[in-house]
């Protein structure tokens, strides 16, 4: 098992963080294939960059450009699993949806509170 050898190779590792970085590599290897099967390991991440390269004014220390941000993330993990027809492993695409409407409403909010200046 992983944890063994963990525990093997750094001696002075507690378990419990041994066990903790077992379950993060784990997660991440699910959602990796979920953001990147068939492509680039950073490839939700260059997408999205790509297309906020269209924007050179833009400020990414306005929240709703960080919203609009988090929506993109989700929006391309969608795209990327529709095209290469991927069976998501943790988040499929209604969750990715849901997750879209909700940034979508946040977005809203912040807007609101912007424009009342809050």
Known sequence: MMIDAFKETFPECPEKFLRIQAEETALFAAKNHDYTKGG???GNFTRVAAILSQYPDLSMGDPRAV????????LD???WG???G???RVEG???RAKDLAVYA???QLIE?????GR
Request: aromatic letters at 4%.
């Open 82 to 84: 529709i095209s290469h």
């Open 86 to 88: 991927i069976r998501h």
């Open 40 to 42: 680039a390991m950073t």
């Open 77 to 79: 993990s969608i795209l």
């Open 112 to 116: 609101d509170d912007m424009q009342r």
């Open 67 to 74: 919203a609009v941000v988090y929506m993109l993330k989700q």
């Open 105 to 107: 409403k946040l977005l």
């Open 93 to 95: 695409i209604g969750e």
